[in-house]
Nanobody, 124 residues
């Protein structure tokens, strides 16, 4: 089945930037919407951003609008999350996911394949 390989997480100071990458093992993912979610211990996994299969439609959580940008390169079966102006509130494990459909969604129930997660830590 589809597997996702994430990279780009790490430690960054407040105000800094990181770029997360998530590569899928199969090109079939290019026909599906993809998304990013994040989770902290004891908390629900929350929606961050999503992008439609052609990249024309994007959705963002209110907390990251204007700071984060999701994009995809279907030729590489890769989705990116550019994160700018990071703050401690952004500290979490970030997960990329592939949706069952082609339309971007905020609902985790729509996503059928998940990465292992990558830690993002923002120091104050």
């Amino acid at each position: 089945q589809v597997q996702l390989v994430e990279s780009g997480g790490g430690l960054v100071q407040a105000g800094g930037s990181l770029r997360l990458s998530c590569a899928a093992t199969k090109r079939t993912s290019s026909n599906n919407a993809m998304g990013w979610f994040r989770q902290t211990p004891g908390k629900e996994r929350e929606f961050v951003a999503a992008i439609g299969w052609r990249g024309g439609s994007t959705l963002y959580a209110d907390s990251v609008k204007g700071r984060f940008a999701i994009s995809r390169d279907n030729a590489k079966d890769t989705v990116y999350l550019q994160m700018n102006s990071l703050g401690p509130e952004d500290t979490a494990v970030y997960y990329c996911a592939v949706s069952r459909g082609s339309v971007a969604s905020t609902l985790k129930e729509y996503y059928i394949y998940w990465g292992q997660g990558t830690q993002v830590t923002v120091s104050s």
